[in-house]
């Protein structure tokens, strides 16, 4: 029988489970809200909520912490998420693909091989389900889709960037709403 005498000591707080999820994802929701310039740990760990030491002990520096949140978005979607909802789906990988400081192409490669296959596999079964015209092509459709997606980041002035930024879920949808209509069309 343990006692209290011969029970081996503990330090501090019991390890936080979900503590990995948490900072991953306020990670992706700092760096979607300011952008990479206004990315920091101070910010990350306010909106986690978690403490600074915390994150240091797992990753050492914010390029640490946002390649991390970006390598779980190249992770399979969610076993609860919806493939029959074809615009919430688009609209997700959409509004997800956007989101990367530009010196991380590698990893913005793995993501979007990843995300538009997931797309491909998603605009394959809409058109088995008969949503969609199975003579349209799904590369022809994520072309589509991401030539707006492209055009609209390209042609917007830096200023006005963080305000596009602020709307992705608005601007996701439109252009998902425009694609859908007019493949229907």
């Known amino acids: 029988m343990a006692t209290k005498a ?5 330090r501090g707080r019991p390890a936080d489970p979900d503590i990995e999820q948490r900072v991953l994802a306020a990670a ?3 760096y979607g ?3 990479w310039a206004g990315f920091t740990l101070d910010r990350v760990a306010r909106r986690a909520p978690v403490g600074k030491a915390a994150l240091y002990r797992r990753w050492p520096t914010k390029e640490d ?3 991390a949140a970006l390598e779980h978005l ?12 074809l615009r919430g789906c688009l609209i997700g990988v959409l509004i997800e693909a956007a989101q990367y400081p530009p010196y991380f ?4 490669q793995n993501i979007v091989r990843a995300r538009f296959g997931t797309m491909r596999v998603i605009l394959e079964a809409a058109a088995g389900r008969g949503e969609l015209p199975a003579r349209i092509p799904p590369d022809l459709i994520i072309d589509a889709i991401m030539g707006r997606v492209i055009s609209l980041i390209v042609l917007t ?8 930024n602020a709307e992705r879920a608005r ?3 439109s252009i998902t709403d425009y694609a859908l209509a007019a493949i229907a069309g």
């Open 6 to 10: 011969n029970r081996p000591a503990t």
């Open 28 to 30: 992706l929701t700092v």
């Open 33 to 35: 809200e300011v952008g």
């Open 65 to 67: 912490l946002l390649l």
């Open 74 to 85: 190249a992770e399979p979607a969610p076993e609860d998420a919806d493939p029959t909802d």
């Open 105 to 108: 192409d590698d990893m913005v």
């Open 157 to 164: 002035p830096g200023s006005r960037r963080a305000t596009i």
């Open 171 to 173: 601007y996701a949808e």
